[in-house]
Nanobody, 113 residues
């Protein structure tokens, strides 16, 4: 059974940084690309970043490019999202996903001074 568990969310000031983590289990982790999404109340879940199964290529939404970095550790079955220079428009529940079909429970990020 696929299990994804996000952590690392919290309260950060505008311009601050957070690193989110996602622990994966129940599938052959190094066979799958992994993704991060964000959902805010009243909006659809929004794509943030994707990393290839080997970790050698990444793709970002325009809003994340240059500020966020997705990475993974296939030895530990972990995927990460380093977020820098967060803006007040970016709070929400952040989810990691396998193939946009399996989801964790999410981790809340609040951006406020």
């Amino acid at each position: 059974q696929v299990h994804l568990a996000e952590s690392g969310g919290g309260l950060v000031e505008p311009g601050g940084s957070l690193e989110l983590s996602c622990a994966a289990s129940g599938f052959l982790f190094n066979f799958y690309a992994m993704m991060w999404y964000r959902q805010t109340p009243g909006k659809e879940r929004e794509f943030i970043a994707r990393i290839s199964s080997a970790g050698d290529s990444a793709y970002y939404a325009n809003t994340a490019e240059g500020r966020f970095t997705i990475s993974r550790d296939n030895a530990k079955n972990m995927v990460y999202l380093q977020m820098n220079n967060l803006t007040p428009e970016e709070p929400g529940v952040y989810y990691c996903s396998r193939s946009a079909a399996d989801w964790g429970q999410g981790t809340q990020v609040t951006v406020s001074s």
